[in-house]
């Protein structure tokens, strides 16, 4: 299992105006989100609240770390960004050491299924997907 920790920060404004995830190629952040851009209605109006992973336990202590390579991701100055919270989780992603396999079958047997990012990637992402193939195969079963 990997530990992540997510850093929430402030901003006056956001440094996209995009709902995109940005993930960092070259330095320590997992990815890295405006997470107003896609809801505003999780910031106050005129504020944006930006959301960061790290791999790893960190504590609030690593905070300015985080957001002197947050200035360098969104190319603007971070030193007025409040810092809200961090958050660590331990075991929080399953390890896909290699050789993983990826894209296991979610039908076992006739009428029986099964889901979860174990089937997929191991994210979030990867148990939805993994869900979405197994409602799928539920259905052609069914004729659906």
């Known amino acids: 299992m990997r530990s992540v920790t997510t850093f929430y920060h402030a901003a006056s404004r956001s440094p996209m105006d995009d709902p995109t995830q940005i993930i960092d190629a070259e ?3 997992t990815d890295t989100l405006v ?3 896609a809801a505003p209605e999780y910031a106050p109006p005129g504020r944006a609240l930006v959301s960061t992973s790290v791999l790893g336990v960190l504590s609030g202590a690593d905070e300015p770390r985080v957001r002197a390579r947050l200035s360098q991701i969104y190319g603007t100055d971070t030193s007025d960004w409040e810092h809200l919270a961090t958050y660590a989780v331990r075991e929080a992603l399953p390890a896909m050491v290699p050789p993983f396999r990826l894209r296991r079958p ?3 047997a006739p009428g029986r299924y099964v889901c979860g990012d174990h089937r997929d990637t191991g994210s979030q992402q990867g148990a939805l997907v993994s869900g979405r193939r197994a409602a799928d195969a539920v259905l052609a079963d069914l004729g659906a």
């Open 27 to 29: 330095g320590h952040i």
């Open 106 to 108: 979610v039908r076992l």
């Open 35 to 37: 997470i107003s851009d």
